[in-house]
């Protein structure tokens, strides 16, 4: 139970982050330990901030955009602790969507 609590105290804690970073136009409301988020940019774009994320700051996010027909990008997170959580957001909030 305190392992859940603590989740979602992150969870949300992460989802207020993400919504202040420029590249993010929405966070989705989420269950359990991820979060689902809409970037400003294309399917293009997603997948660029998921090269980069990956090869130069060593961080893995999924890029689910070919789920959508809207054609916009789309990342899925995952809720770690909140020092990952916040350097995730920053380092988004360097990007361009």
């Known amino acids: 139970a305190d392992s859940f609590e603590l989740t979602k105290k992150e969870r949300n804690d992460f989802a207020v ?9 929405t966070v989705f409301p989420g269950g359990g330990n991820f979060l689902l988020i809409r970037l400003k940019g294309d399917r293009a774009a997603a997948a660029e ?3 980069l994320l990956l090869s130069d700051h060593a961080i893995y996010v999924k890029d689910i955009s070919a ?4 054609g916009a990008g789309y990342l899925r ?4 602790t909140a020092d990952e959580n916040r350097r995730l957001a ?4 360097g990007m361009r969507a």
Not at 77 to 80: G, H, K, S
Not at 90 to 93: D, E, N, S, V
């Open 17 to 25: 982050m993400l919504r202040a970073v420029r590249a993010v136009d």
């Open 49 to 51: 901030i998921t090269d």
């Open 67 to 70: 789920k959508f027909t809207d």
């Open 77 to 80: 997170l995952a809720v770690r």
């Open 90 to 93: 920053q380092t988004l909030a």
